[in-house]
């Protein structure tokens, strides 16, 4: 019951289920996202910047000739972060105008996570404290 309404109910109503490889209790995990900012919006990292597919109303890129209900997918209620940040650089062509790179902490008092290859995907929790989340510039070398 700590998550947004909206997975609370494709959940309880058993039109989902996470992944076999969903964890609940884990270790903090230090990832990579991209939030969306223009080159002069330094603001701080908010929950705001941690809005999944379903809550922006967007579709994921499905790969041509493949039809899928992304609605099924656990995935597309989650949150999008990367273990490298070079994958964040490479998928949202950085350096991009209207991006900026975010790292912090994914961690099991925020919501469970499911990595897969270098992808992090993290059901975030009501309320979750993002605040451990920072903005970093293209020549840090995080």
Not at 96 to 118: F, H, L, R, S, W
């Given at each position: 019951?700590?998550?947004?309404?909206?997975?609370?109910?494709?959940?309880?109503?058993?039109?989902?289920?996470?992944?076999?490889?969903?964890?609940?209790?884990?270790?903090?995990i230090l990832t990579y996202r991209a939030v969306?900012?223009?080159?002069?919006?330094?603001?701080?990292?908010?929950?705001?910047?941690?809005?999944?597919?379903?809550?922006?109303?967007?579709?994921?890129?499905?790969?041509?000739?493949?039809?899928?209900?992304?609605?099924?997918?656990?995935?597309?209620?989650?949150?999008?972060?990367?273990?490298?940040?070079?994958?964040?650089?490479?998928?949202?062509?950085?350096?991009?105008?209207?991006?900026?790179?975010?790292?912090?902490?994914?961690?099991?008092?925020?919501?469970?996570?499911?990595?897969?290859?270098?992808?992090?995907?993290?059901?975030?929790?009501?309320?979750?404290d993002v605040s451990g989340f920072r903005l970093?510039?293209?020549?840090?070398?995080?």
């Amino acid at each position: 019951m700590k998550f947004p309404v909206a997975l609370q109910e494709k959940l309880l109503n058993r039109e989902i289920e996470f992944p076999d490889t969903t964890r609940f209790t884990y270790e903090r995990i230090l990832t990579y996202r991209a939030v969306a900012r223009n080159s002069d919006d330094n603001r701080e990292v908010t929950l705001e910047d941690f809005k999944s597919y379903y809550e922006l109303k967007k579709t994921p890129k499905i790969p041509r000739g493949m039809k899928k209900d992304v609605t099924m997918d656990p995935h597309y209620y989650g949150v999008s972060s990367f273990l490298k940040k070079e994958i964040v650089e490479q998928k949202m062509k950085f350096p991009n105008p209207k991006k900026k790179m975010a790292v912090g902490y994914v961690y099991c008092e925020g919501g469970p996570e499911d990595t897969n290859d270098q992808h992090v995907c993290w059901w975030l929790y009501e309320g979750t404290d993002v605040s451990g989340f920072r903005l970093i510039g293209e020549s840090n070398n995080e």
